[in-house]
């Protein structure tokens, strides 16, 4: 069965530098989306991407934060200059198919922020 | 604000017992979802309910949904150690954006032998 997938799995960077997430989605869906987990903490919401375009993003997506689909397949997150608060896992996700909108999770990256 | 809550937070059992785990949110939403999330990983689709009285079973897991009472269940029977994990419920309201899921706070299930 197709799965969403992350890279790298697990990313440790210096404060301040510039990170770069990357998801591979199942599907051709038009909705794909970017949610993180603190370590031991519920999952949040960051950002929904449509039609390649930003539709909606949560209150923790600041001008640090941006998205892209560089190539039509990769979907891609940004984050521009690292605070120490932005250790987390970090998944992507978007419907299995066409047919359902059940989200499906990638394997996440863990980015450790030094 | 759409707000959800579980309880209990933490939940250790005997095997071969039941058990019920709550999700109540705050307002109207379109879909209930159950996901399940071992240590250090991934978030795994369990069952997605879609309307009131709503009731799906997997094995030893069956959830219920009450819209009235924006209400879910997820019932636990006859635990088994394999069962042992964080346990997530999430609703999401359609919108021609999308449709983002807020979490509660997980149930981290303990199934001892």
């Known amino acids: 069965e197709p799965e969403v997938t992350q890279t790298p799995s697990h990313q440790v960077t210096q404060m301040g530098q510039e990170v770069i997430l990357r998801c591979v989605p199942i599907?051709?869906?038009?909705?794909f989306y970017w949610y993180r987990q603190i370590l031991g903490q519920k999952v949040e919401f960051l950002v929904s991407?449509?039609?390649?375009?930003?539709?909606?993003k949560s209150e923790i997506f600041d001008d640090q934060f941006s998205v892209e689909r560089p190539d039509g397949s990769n979907f891609t997150l940004k984050i521009r200059s690292t605070k120490l608060e932005d250790s987390a896992m970090y998944f992507c996700?978007?419907?299995?198919?066409?047919?359902?909108?059940?989200?499906?999770f990638g394997p996440g990256t863990r980015l450790t922020v030094l | 604000e759409l707000k959800v809550e579980q309880n209990p937070l933490f939940l250790s059992m005997q095997e071969g017992k039941n058990y019920t785990i709550y999700c109540n949110y705050s307002?109207?939403?379109?879909?209930l979802y159950w996901y399940r999330q071992d240590p250090g990983k991934s978030l795994e689709s369990l069952f997605v309910?879609?309307?009131?009285?709503a009731v799906k079973q997997e094995g030893r897991l069956m959830a219920s949904l009450d819209t009235k009472a924006r209400l879910s269940t997820l019932h636990i029977t006859a635990a088994v150690h394999d069962l042992s994990a964080t346990y997530f419920c999430?609703?999401?309201?359609?919108?021609?954006?999308?449709?983002?899921?807020?979490f509660g706070e997980g149930t981290q299930l303990t199934v001892n032998p």
């Open positions: 307002t109207t939403s379109d879909r």
């Open positions: 599907s051709n869906h038009l909705y």
């Open positions: 996700a978007g419907p299995k198919d066409r047919y359902t909108d059940t989200q499906y």
């Open positions: 999430a609703v999401d309201k359609l919108e021609t954006s999308g449709s983002r899921l807020t």
């Open positions: 991407f449509y039609n390649n375009e930003i539709s909606e």
């Open positions: 309910l879609l309307s009131n009285g």
